[in-house]
Nanobody, 127 residues
Framework: QLQLVESGGGLVQPGGSLRLSCAVS????????IGWFRQAPGKEREGISC????????YYAASVKGRFTVSRDNAKNTVYLQMNSLKPEDTAVYYC????????????????????WGQGTQVTVSS
């Protein structure tokens, strides 16, 4: 059974950096698109970055493009989200999810495609 576990969240000052990890177990990454989503209080869930493990095809939402970088280590069955130049509006619970999607963008735009979700990790950007 596919399972995802996020780690790496925390409190960081504006302008700082964090790296989130999504450890995947039960299946190898190769067949899946892995996505990072976030949800802030009172806001809809947003697909911010996704990666197709087979060929590292990636997608970034406009809100994070140029600041966040998604990567994968297929040997470790882990996907990372490097977050730089963090802003207070990046504060949210961050989730990773896995799905069988044709492209990275497809998973990020249509989160209902996701088959499995992690439990989430809190990221707070505040001075």
């Amino acid at each position: 059974q596919l399972q995802l576990v996020e780690s790496g969240g925390g409190l960081v000052q504006p302008g700082g950096s964090l790296r989130l990890s999504c450890a995947v177990s039960g299946r190898t990454l190769d067949a899946y698109v892995i996505g990072w989503f976030r949800q802030a209080p009172g806001k809809e869930r947003e697909g911010i970055s996704c990666i197709r493990s087979l060929d590292a095809n990636t997608y970034y939402a406009a809100s994070v493009k140029g600041r966040f970088t998604v990567s994968r280590d297929n040997a470790k069955n882990t996907v990372y989200l490097q977050m730089n130049s963090l802003k207070p509006e990046d504060t949210a619970v961050y989730y990773c999810a896995a799905g069988l999607a044709p492209t990275a963008q497809a998973l990020c735009v249509m989160s209902l495609i996701a088959k499995t979700w992690g439990q989430g990790t809190q990221v707070t950007v505040s001075s």
